[in-house]
């Protein structure tokens, strides 16, 4: 049986200097979980945000789910950090990890729910050993790095295949895809196996400025889309 869609608006897009501002809005618009890019200018070429931004969030009254993609090399030293500032998810590239058993049980240990993330030309053969020891997994549809890139066609495919692996293991792992993700595109995603949804661009792109509701408005198109 799938698991109820969740759209995980990512602040990537958001409007940094009004942080706290963006993740109520988008959340009162109806998003369920706050994806929070950490990239470190050494695995990706770009550089984000880390556990203080986490912890002020969270001190800023957000009690939403916070997934953290982590986009770090090396990860381990960093997970506790995360968990300690309130991160709900971790997940990692496995490219990223010494030891991708050791750091999965590391972020559980933690307290966090742990998962994987899968560049579009790393294999899913990651998940052989250790499907029992994620909670998620996430499915990079653009090369990871920067927002508002376009969706790779393949990943379609993939999601397919990773849909299948999911559903044999019995267990209860989330299917996430991030990169490239709109309400014109969201329909086929879900049809193809995910049911957790990165949008950054799709969602804060043009800012809200210009009309207070068009979080709401665009949130609900996602949703009548996941729903037909
Ligand atoms: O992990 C990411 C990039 O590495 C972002 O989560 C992702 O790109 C979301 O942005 P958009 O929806 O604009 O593609
Ligand atoms: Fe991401």
């Not at 200097?17 to 809005?25: I, N």
């Amino acid at each position: 049986m799938m698991a109820p869609d969740l759209i995980a608006p990512s602040i990537l897009s958001a409007d940094f200097a009004r942080l706290g501002e963006e993740v109520d809005h988008v959340l009162a618009a109806g998003a369920d979980i706050v994806h929070f890019d950490v990239m470190d200018n050494h695995y990706v070429p770009n550089l984000t945000i880390g556990p203080l931004v986490c912890e002020a969030l969270r001190k800023h009254g957000v009690t939403a789910p916070i997934d953290v993609h982590l986009m770090v090399k090396p990860v381990d030293r960093i997970i506790p950090d995360f968990a300690a500032a309130g991160a709900t998810y971790i997940t990692f590239h496995p490219e990223a990890s010494e030891h991708i058993d050791r750091t999965l049980q590391l972020i559980r240990n933690e307290g966090c729910k742990a998962g994987l993330v899968f560049n579009p030309a790393t294999s899913l053969s990651y998940l052989d050993y250790v499907m029992d020891k994620v909670d998620m997994v996430l499915l990079m549809s653009v090369n990871p790095g920067f927002g508002g890139q376009s969706f790779i066609p393949e990943t379609m495919e993939k999601l397919r295949q990773a849909r299948k692996l999911i559903d044999a293991s019995g267990l209860e792992i989330r299917l996430e895809v991030d990169g490239g993700v709109k309400a014109d595109n969201i329909g086929a995603i879900k049809a193809a196996g995910a049911d957790t949804f990165v949008s950054g661009s799709g969602i804060f792109g043009k800012g809200r400025d210009s009309d207070p509701h068009r979080y709401d408005s665009i949130i609900q198109e996602m949703r009548q889309e996941l729903a037909r």
